[in-house]
């Protein structure tokens, strides 16, 4: 049987029960493919990846080391979340690499939106390799592949999560989310005692904040951007808009117009808030937001936020923009 097909007879797991099945049927996989020997885990944070990570460090404890790479295009808090989460609480293996300014020196300059994933993609791999040389006897290599990415790929997943490896390292796969759909995995991290926010973290895409820093990226709009994004998602949880809205973000273009502020004019980037549904990510339908929220969010931001003073929605669906600018 093709280990990359899911039964017919497999049950959604939709329930505690059926996930607490699945990750004891995974645990003891997990330690009969891995015996005594180390496995090697990318820890972006994501869904996939902390599922992984917590089912791995559930199966064989500190035989998994998990390596989270911080391109400084993560958005607010969430390097920070990951340290807490695996290090702090359940005692991980964790290598955290600050190469912030690493990448940020690169892509200084650069406003090609391809040029721009290239640089981060290849960097990141790059990072990844060097602390994967570092590491001694390594033998398996652990990835959040899930159901959909084997179909899309037609039963050959191209897109390895970590990229390239390392030349000459051979690790044999660790892949126990590869069966599941995205909302099983979610059920599971539930199951497994992830943070609900790390759970229902939204999709996000591997350069982070670099696609939605548009242009050139520089340190100063960067932050203002994160920032901005995070009182955006901040207001959403807190106006009861976060499990309604599949996506939602802001993104500051390089791009200045005059405002008033104090009294004295000053110029400012505008931040675009973009909030969209989907069933599939292939069409997007624009979210109806409350004006008043919306009046609300623009007060904070522009008040709070330092260098930004417009705020604008952008109401296009999918088709005709896609849903990232960039």
Request: proline share 4%; net charge negative.
């Given at each position: 049987?093709?280990?990359?097909?899911?039964?017919?007879?497999?049950?959604?797991?939709?329930?505690?029960?059926?996930?607490?099945?699945?990750?004891?049927?995974?645990?003891?996989?997990?330690?009969?493919?891995?015996?005594?020997?180390?496995?090697?885990?990318?820890?972006?944070?994501?869904?996939?990846?902390?599922?992984?990570?917590?089912?791995?460090?559930?199966?064989?404890?500190?035989?998994?080391?998990?390596?989270?790479?911080?391109?400084?295009?993560?958005?607010?808090?969430?390097?920070?979340?990951?340290?807490?989460?695996?290090?702090?609480?359940?005692?991980?293996?964790?290598?955290?690499?600050?190469?912030?300014?690493?990448?940020?020196?690169?892509?200084?300059?650069?406003?090609?939106?391809?040029?721009?994933?290239?640089?981060?993609?290849?960097?990141?791999?790059?990072?990844?390799?060097?602390?994967?040389?570092?590491?001694?006897?390594?033998?398996?290599?652990?990835?959040?592949?899930?159901?959909?990415?084997?179909?899309?790929?037609?039963?050959?997943?191209?897109?390895?999560?970590?990229?390239?490896?390392?030349?000459?390292?051979?690790?044999?796969?660790?892949?126990?989310?590869?069966?599941?759909?995205?909302?099983?995995?979610?059920?599971?991290?539930?199951?497994?005692?992830?943070?609900?926010?790390?759970?229902?973290?939204?999709p996000f895409p591997g350069p982070g904040l670099g696609v939605r820093c548009l242009g050139?990226?520089?340190?100063?709009?960067?932050?203002?951007?994160?920032?901005?994004?995070?009182?955006?998602?901040?207001?959403?949880?807190?106006?009861?808009?976060?499990?309604?809205?599949?996506?939602?973000?802001?993104?500051?273009?390089?791009?200045?117009?005059?405002?008033?502020?104090?009294?004295?004019?000053?110029?400012?980037?505008?931040?675009?808030?973009?909030?969209?549904?989907?069933?599939?990510?292939?069409?997007?339908?624009?979210?109806?937001?409350?004006?008043?929220?919306?009046?609300?969010?623009?007060?904070?931001?522009?008040?709070?936020?330092?260098?930004?003073?417009?705020?604008?929605?952008?109401?296009?669906?999918?088709?005709?923009?896609?849903?990232?600018?960039?």
């Amino acid at each position: 049987m093709d280990s990359n097909k899911r039964p017919d007879t497999m049950e959604r797991i939709t329930t505690l029960e059926l996930a607490n099945r699945f990750i004891d049927e995974q645990i003891a996989a997990i330690r009969e493919q891995v015996g005594d020997k180390k496995v090697l885990l990318a820890l972006s944070g994501g869904v996939d990846s902390s599922v992984v990570a917590a089912l791995l460090i559930k199966a064989v404890g500190k035989q998994l080391v998990c390596v989270h790479v911080n391109h400084g295009l993560m958005r607010k808090g969430e390097s920070e979340q990951v340290i807490e989460v695996f290090r702090n609480q359940m005692d991980a293996n964790l290598i955290y690499v600050d190469a912030t300014d690493r990448f940020l020196n690169l892509l200084a300059g650069v406003s090609e939106p391809e040029k721009k994933r290239k640089i981060i993609g290849g960097e990141f791999i790059k990072v990844f390799d060097e602390e994967a040389s570092k590491l001694e006897g390594i033998s398996f290599l652990a990835q959040g592949t899930i159901y959909p990415d084997i179909l899309e790929s037609d039963g050959v997943k191209a897109h390895h999560n970590v990229g390239g490896l390392p030349e000459g390292m051979q690790f044999e796969l660790v892949e126990p989310v590869k069966l599941l759909f995205k909302d099983e995995v979610r059920v599971v991290g539930e199951a497994l005692g992830l943070p609900k926010s790390m759970v229902y973290r939204q999709p996000f895409p591997g350069p982070g904040l670099g696609v939605r820093c548009l242009g050139a990226i520089t340190r100063d709009r960067l932050h203002a951007l994160r920032e901005a994004d995070a009182i955006l998602r901040e207001e959403f949880e807190l106006n009861g808009l976060a499990g309604k809205v599949w996506q939602y973000f802001i993104a500051v273009p390089d791009l200045k117009s005059v405002g008033v502020k104090d009294g004295k004019r000053y110029e400012g980037w505008p931040a675009i808030i973009r909030a969209v549904n989907t069933t599939d990510a292939m069409t997007a339908t624009i979210e109806e937001i409350p004006y008043a929220l919306l009046h609300h969010i623009t007060d904070r931001i522009t008040h709070e936020v330092d260098g930004i003073n417009r705020v604008v929605m952008d109401l296009t669906p999918k088709p005709i923009g896609t849903i990232e600018w960039e």
